[in-house]
């Protein structure tokens, strides 16, 4: 139960239904009201009355007649302009307006940041597009609320010349901030730049690019070029000061000798000091040398001074070779290579050990061959001579039958004592003590009858002496 001034209210479910129902006293004279099922959902003002009871009695407006009494529907979302009035009733009643017809009320859409009138005359700044102003740079916004600094009626966004100076607003060093390299006022990217090196032509020292300055440019002066550079003659060097440049000049330095045969101008070779390039004398075996610088002329590998064909004297071996410049060894008067004794010593060349590679087996000098087409023995036709060779046998057997026994020891005895012969001495020597004497025979009849040592190598088998001495073995039919 609750008490409000003279009101007396209380909420008890009367027809048990489940919902409370209200029944209150009101008045000095406590009359008795009730409202069953109340519902505070329906009374916004919490006023105890009903909303449609509020307004059907005129204690409370509904200007758009939807049954909530207008001060129910305060704040920006009913009222965006707290006006008081809801906003449909605004614009219903025509106090506010919807230009943009976007549901939310104009002067709402200003203060809210959703439009805008920048001439503040109460239309949005679309509707006053659509209306007819002006808006050349079409960003929403009215001209008339934009800079036109020139005073020419037409917006900067919209100007070509902004500043009005007579100059485009992109050529306009006022506008770019660029280069103006010859204070024109005008960005030198709008002026000409004939050779596009990023100097302007007022401001080129070489407007055409092509490597003379102006004032040596035959393209800008018109003056004299002999040699076609492009460049006037006029700022060319002419070393001989005879009128004409160097380009155009075959004598610079007039030496008298072309330019191209000019050491001054070629600073080529000039191995004979006469002032001119080698390049242009004589190289009779194009050597690179040229003739008076050259030691052999004609290129045929002998010097000029022992070059037959320079000094017309002897030349036995046809070689082209002066002979006075070639070797003599035995100092004879004839060069080596037609001397058939080279060295003097009486043996030809072809067999002279020291001219002629081979083998000289007896360390005469002579090589084998020779000595064998001498007359020198070589009984098994190998080429070197018998002297050279060892002939292969086996001590102790004297008589050379390829036995050793008894007969072997009287072979020896006999050549010592009654003038016998031995084919080999060095098989005769049984104890190979580079002697025949009868301690030969005492020793091999002590190997075969008293077991002494047995001769030494080459023993029992055929061999060549192990030992160096002075006994030979001409012959021994029993090794091969």
């Given at each position: 139960m609750g008490k409000i001034g003279y009101t007396a209210v209380y909420f008890e479910d009367l027809?048990?239904?489940?919902?409370?129902?209200?029944?209150?006293?009101?008045?000095?004279?406590?009359?008795?009201?009730?409202?069953?099922?109340?519902?505070?959902?329906?009374d916004c003002d919490a006023d105890l009355i009903l909303d449609s009871c509020a307004i059907a009695e005129g204690l409370v407006f509904d200007c758009d007649s939807d049954g909530v009494p207008d001060t129910c529907?305060?704040?920006?979302?009913?009222?965006?302009?707290?006006?008081?009035?809801?906003?449909?009733c605004d614009f219903l009643n025509g106090t506010s307006t919807d230009c943009n017809s976007n549901g939310i009320l104009d002067d709402c859409d200003v203060l809210n940041g959703f439009a805008t009138d920048c001439d503040f005359n109460g239309v949005l700044d679309v509707c006053d597009i659509s209306a007819g102003a002006p808006d050349c740079d079409f960003n929403g916004l009215p001209d008339v609320c934009q800079a036109d600094t020139d005073s020419d009626g037409t917006i900067d966004p919209c100007d070509d010349d902004i500043d009005g100076d007579g100059i485009l607003n992109a050529c306009d060093i006022d506008q770019t901030a660029g280069n103006d390299c010859d204070a024109d006022g005008q960005d030198d990217s709008c002026q000409t730049d004939s050779d596009s090196d990023g100097t302007i032509d007022p401001c080129d020292d070489d407007i055409d690019g092509d490597g003379f300055p102006n004032a040596c440019d035959i393209d800008q002066t018109a003056g004299p070029d002999c040699d076609l550079d492009g460049q006037d003659d006029g700022c060319q060097i002419d070393t001989d000061s005879d009128g004409t440049i160097d380009p155009c000049d075959d004598d610079i330095d007039g030496d008298g000798i072309p330019n191209a045969c000019d050491i001054d101008q070629t600073a080529?070779?000039?191995?004979?000091?006469?002032?001119?390039?080698?390049?242009?004398?004589?190289?009779?075996?194009?050597?690179?040398?040229?003739?008076?610088?050259d030691d052999d002329?004609?290129?045929?590998?002998?010097?000029?001074?022992?070059?037959?064909?320079?000094?017309?004297?002897?030349?036995?071996?046809?070689?082209?070779?002066?002979?006075?410049c070639q070797t003599d060894t035995d100092s004879d008067g004839t060069i080596d290579p037609c001397d058939d004794d080279i060295d003097g010593d009486g043996i030809p060349n072809a067999c002279d050990?020291?001219?002629t590679p081979g083998d000289d087996c007896n360390g005469n000098s002579i090589l084998d061959s020779?000595?064998?087409?001498?007359?020198?023995?070589?009984?098994?036709?190998?080429?070197?001579p018998d002297e050279c060779e060892e002939t292969p046998f086996i001590r102790g057997d004297a008589n050379a039958d390829g036995g050793i026994y008894i007969g072997d020891a009287v072979a020896t005895l006999a050549y010592l004592f009654t003038g016998g012969t031995l084919p080999?001495?060095?098989?005769?020597?049984?104890?190979?003590?580079?002697?025949?004497d009868i301690a030969d025979a005492i020793a091999l009849l002590g190997y075969l009858f008293n077991g002494a040592?047995?001769?030494?190598?080459?023993?029992?088998?055929?061999?060549?002496?192990?030992?160096v001495d002075a006994l030979e073995c001409e012959s021994f039919a029993a090794c091969p």
């Open positions: 027809d048990h239904d489940g919902d409370r129902d209200l029944l209150f006293t009101a008045g000095p004279d406590f009359e008795l009201g009730l409202y069953q099922n109340y519902n505070p959902a329906v529907k305060s704040g920006t979302f009913f009222d965006c302009n707290a006006n008081g009035i809801p906003d449909e080529g070779s000039d191995c004979d000091a006469d002032g001119q390039d080698d390049s242009c004398q004589t190289d009779t075996d194009s050597d690179g040398t040229i003739d008076p610088c002329i004609d290129g045929d590998g002998f010097p000029n001074s022992c070059d037959i064909d320079q000094t017309a004297g002897a030349d036995c071996d046809s070689d082209g070779q002066d002979d006075s050990i020291e001219q020779c000595d064998i087409a001498g007359g020198a023995a070589d009984a098994d036709g190998n080429g070197i080999c001495d060095n098989a005769a020597d049984s104890n190979d003590d580079g002697l025949l040592t047995p001769p030494p190598p080459p023993f029992p088998d055929c061999g060549i002496d192990p030992t």
